[in-house]
């Protein structure tokens, strides 16, 4: 009929491997502790003044720290336990 390669669907995988449900798992905490630090920080933003004469920021809420690493890993490991603990429960 004609000359186009034919159509492929893509290979579904309903079962992921460990290594795989730990990478979602860091993705997803990596994701929620960005999106907990932007809402944090906009709200420092909305609540800070400046002072007219110096042009200073005057607050009396401080600017939240940035996650790093360790926040991540540790919100991850806590997402991991949830999982591991949920087939358990019925």
């Not at 579904?12 to 809402?39: C, M, P, S």
């Not at 200073?56 to 690493?69: A, D, K, N």
Request: no cysteine; net charge neutral; proline share 4%.
């Amino acid at each position: 009929m004609s000359n186009l390669p034919e159509m492929k669907l893509p290979e579904v995988k309903f079962n992921k491997n460990g290594y795989e449900i730990r990478t979602d798992i860091l993705h997803l905490a990596k994701d929620l502790v960005a999106q907990e630090y932007t809402y944090k920080y906009q709200g420092w933003e909305m609540s800070a003044k400046r002072d007219d004469k110096t042009g200073q920021i005057v607050t009396s809420v401080g600017m939240p720290e940035f996650p790093g690493l360790d926040k991540v890993l540790e919100t991850a490991e806590k997402m991991y336990a949830f999982v591991n603990a949920a087939g358990g429960r019925k």
